[in-house]
């Protein structure tokens, strides 16, 4: 009895339900009470387009001689930045040299002019401008010339140099100092090094950043070789040198500087360069240098 009930009561249809299903079957829409249901069963308004508009619309439409005046104005756009700009969709342009030789070429090494094929690589320069001002360097965009003819924007970053000391004990251990750098923010551990001051050169800046770093004086300090940092878009020149005969003094590092110095075994040193613990770049160049000229002394 109890279950006959039950399917009595789940097949019951409210009042609205029932009158619902009457009123479809004679194809008309029940009156919907409900606030809810209303907001739920109401079809979306359909707005006809006003013919006022469409009338100032179709007056706003550009003759012909407007159409062709824009369309030379952006014809002229695009021709100005595909001068300014060099994507790597290199052009073949008449006269011009080939951007590549071909196939690579088994050759020795050839230097500054000795090359004949380098002046065809070369950019010329037409004008420079400084684009930024900074405490320590500038950024100035250059216009150049490039070597199809066309012209290129470059941003350089003019660096006044700067130093790095492989300074070596007679223990045979090398100075390195910790420091923070905010541009990788994290602490890195590298040679003494320093910029260059207007005017100074750079075997008295080596000696002047060896003791302000780490507060050793040197005896001896021999020139290793330069290198250029990042010459994809600055100009900056490390200049590294080998300190021996060192004699501790006192540090006296810059009012901005927070450093820690420590004395680590060359071989160390290279195991962490090797394996990428190391990963400045003047302290890498140093300290390969320093093991190449080790084991030729060896070898010696």
């Known amino acids: 009895m109890t279950e006959k009930k039950n399917a009595e009561f789940l097949t019951k249809k409210e009042p609205f339900e029932a009158e619902k299903d009457s009123l479809e079957h004679k194809g008309e829409q029940p009156e919907i009470k409900d606030e809810q249901d209303a907001h739920l069963e109401c079809e979306p308004e359909i707005v ?50 080939p951007h590549m030789s071909g196939m690579p070429v088994e050759r020795e090494l050839v230097f500054g002019n000795d090359d004949p094929r380098d002046a065809a690589l070369a950019e010329k320069p037409i004008s420079e401008d400084v684009a930024w001002t900074g405490r320590i360097f500038n950024v100035n965009r250059l216009r150049v010339e490039l070597p199809d003819g066309r012209v290129a924007l470059r941003d350089v970053v003019r660096h006044p140099g700067a130093v790095a000391v492989v300074a070596l004990t007679d223990e045979g251990r090398i100075c390195l100092v910790r420091q923070y750098r905010t541009a990788i923010d994290r602490v890195t551990i590298e040679l003494p090094a320093g910029k260059l001051d207007p005017g100074e050169d750079p075997l008295d800046c080596a000696h002047r950043e060896l003791l302000e770093e780490t507060g050793m004086q040197a005896e001896k300090m021999a020139f290793l070789t330069s290198i250029a940092t990042s010459d994809g878009f600055t100009d900056e020149i490390i200049h590294i040198y080998m300190a021996t005969g060192l004699t501790f003094v006192g540090s006296d590092p810059d009012a901005d500087e927070f450093i820690n110095v420590d004395l680590v075994e060359v071989s160390e040193l290279i195991d962490a360069v090797l394996d990428g613990r190391i990963e400045d770049a003047k302290t890498v160049v140093g300290a390969l240098l320093c093991d190449s000229i080790s084991r030729r002394l060896q070898a010696s």
């Open 48 to 97: 006809e387009p006003d013919a006022d508009k469409n009338d100032a619309s179709a007056q706003a439409v550009l003759s012909a001689e407007d159409k062709s005046a824009i369309s030379g104005a952006v014809s002229d756009l695009r021709a100005a930045a595909e001068l300014l700009t060099y994507d790597g969709d290199r052009k073949t342009v008449a006269g011009a040299a």
